[in-house]
Antibody, heavy 118, light 108 residues
Framework: QVQMQESGPGLVKPSETLSLTCNVSGDSMSSSSYYWGWIRQPPGQGLEWIGS???????SYNPSLKSRVTISVDTSKNQFSLELRSVTAADRAVYYCACDFAYYFAFWGQGILVTVSS | DIQMTQSPSSLSVSVGDRVTITCRAS??????LNWYQQKPGKAPKLLIYGASNLQSGVPSRFSGSGSGTDFSLSISSLQPEDFATYYC??????????FGQGTKLESK
């Protein structure tokens, strides 16, 4: 079974870049046919898909965030990453990485809370 | 974007109750509709995919139905561990995938 773990700073300053990494274990990203996605959830609110990446590097982003988001993959480390630029207080959320079976998110990381504050 | 609307937003229920949550899409999503359960402080957990397919390891008291724009998640006999928030998600039209706003099951 795939296991996933997010890591990165829990505090980011306004206007700076949020950077998170998701480490994947239990399967090789380069040999699987899954996508790998990021989803976020502001405290007390619902879920928002940020984007997904295939092991080849092909990406798909939420149009509402596309201008500020980059998702990349490093199959040699079995991990993928999220960059969200020019963050504001509205980007405060729990960020989850998830295994995207192209139609549903089968496995999730535990999530990491990122706060935007100076 | 396809909008997903769940009803009700919250539901007061008791152990043993049969529970039904509905999810409506702003346009047809065929059967590309998934259901997740989320408990406080935890990541969402996939329950149902493809509108009616039970994810491995999920108890059989959970079931999903529907196609097109109208879907439902049913719990045949609510157990104490089922108190949680439930989300629907469409994967027919991407980007973006979109989620419903959630339905919280509360103890009556």
């Amino acid at each position: 079974q795939v296991q996933m773990q997010e890591s990165g700073p829990g505090l980011v300053k306004p206007s700076e870049t949020l950077s998170l990494t998701c480490n994947v274990s239990g399967d090789s990203m380069s040999s699987s046919s899954y996508y790998w996605g990021w989803i976020r959830q502001p405290p007390g609110q619902g879920l928002e898909w940020i984007g997904s990446i295939f092991y080849s590097g092909s990406t798909s982003y939420n149009p509402s965030l596309k201008s500020r988001v980059t998702i990349s993959v490093d199959t040699s480390k079995n991990q993928f990453s999220l960059e969200l630029r020019s963050v504001t207080a509205a980007d405060r959320a729990v960020y989850y990485c998830a295994c995207d079976f192209a139609y549903y998110f089968a496995f999730w990381g535990q999530g990491i809370l990122v706060t935007v504050s100076s | 974007d396809i909008q997903m609307t769940q009803s009700p937003s919250s539901l007061s229920v008791s152990v043993g109750d049969r529970v039904t949550i509905t999810c409506r899409a702003s346009q047809s999503v065929s059967s590309y509709l998934n259901w997740y359960q989320q408990k406080p402080g935890k990541a969402p957990k996939l329950l149902i995919y493809g509108a009616s397919n039970l994810q491995s390891g999920v108890p059989s008291r959970f079931s999903g139905s529907g196609s097109g724009t109208d879907f439902s998640l049913s719990i045949s006999s609510l157990q104490p561990e089922d108190f949680a928030t439930y989300y629907c998600q469409q994967s027919y039209s991407s980007p973006p995938y979109t989620f419903g706003q959630g339905t919280k099951l509360e103890s009556k």
